[in-house]
T-cell receptor, first 111, second 110 residues
Framework: EAGVAQSPRYKIIEKRQSVAFWCNPI?????LYWYQQILGQGPKLLIQ????????DSQLPKDRFSAERLKGVDSTLKIQPAKLEDSAVYLCASSGTFEQYFGPGTRLTVT | RKEVEQDPGPFNVPEGATVAFNCTYSNSASQSFFWYRQDCRKEPKLLMS???SGNEDGRFTAQLNRASQYISLLIRDSKLSDSATYLC???????????FGKGTLLTVNP
């Protein structure tokens, strides 16, 4: 079974630039999550989708972050404009039942 | 108070040692509990769920004390391959919104 796919794997941008990350969940998984993991911390949930509807986005900095899940499958997370403190690994996860399966993440460096 | 707090670590133990990780959570309404494992520069993966009755999976034993809001993970006979960060994870509601602790780094030495 194919896992959660993410791209790009690495991205380096300057502050105030914009960036987008893509996630393809495991086939058939209705729930999709985006997490931010800063070095030395556990993952922090940014947004949770159920099919193509948002379940929870309470920790998403909506002034600069946006996310969508078109047709209830793939998802994109965008940051515009980026700040230095956005440097982190952005993890996508999907679940069919209770277990969440994570993708390899996108490592973002903002300079 | 943070929602999920773990031993800060790091833990350095010799092969064959027994090591225990502790975790506390602040929200008494939390419904389910997990330990995830994260290897260096890799994604987190579910290690085991934690049940009130306690559960064991080979060398790994997890315990939950709801009254004390405390979760533990015991690893017996540590292997080099157990070296990783162990994340305590709590789910508050039915939508499986997970809250992760900071993680505790374990290094098992030969």
């Amino acid at each position: 079974e194919a896992g959660v796919a993410q791209s790009p794997r690495y991205k380096i941008i300057e502050k105030r630039q914009s960036v987008a990350f893509w996630c393809n969940p495991i086939s058939g998984h209705a729930t999709l999550y985006w997490y931010q993991q800063i070095l030395g911390q556990g993952p922090k949930l940014l947004i949770q989708f159920q099919n193509n509807g948002v379940v929870d986005d309470s920790q998403l900095p909506k002034d600069r972050f946006s996310a969508e899940r078109l047709k209830g499958v793939d998802s994109t997370l965008k940051i515009q404009p980026a700040k230095l403190e956005d440097s982190a690994v952005y993890l996508c996860a999907s679940s069919g039942t209770f277990e969440q399966y994570f993708g390899p993440g996108t490592r973002l460096t903002v300079t | 108070r943070k929602e999920v707090e773990q031993d800060p670590g790091p833990f350095n133990v010799p092969e064959g040692a027994t090591v225990a990780f502790n975790c506390t959570y602040s929200n008494s309404a939390s419904q389910s509990f997990f330990w995830y494992r994260q290897d260096c520069r890799k994604e987190p993966k579910l290690l085991m769920s934690v049940y009130s009755s306690g559960n064991e999976d080979g060398r790994f034993t997890a315990q939950l004390n709801r009254a004390s809001q405390y979760i533990s993970l015991l690893i017996r006979d540590s292997k080099l391959s157990d070296s990783a960060t162990y994340l305590c994870v709590v789910n508050r509601g039915s939508n499986y919104k997970l809250t992760f602790g900071k993680g505790t780094l374990l290094t098992v030495n030969p």
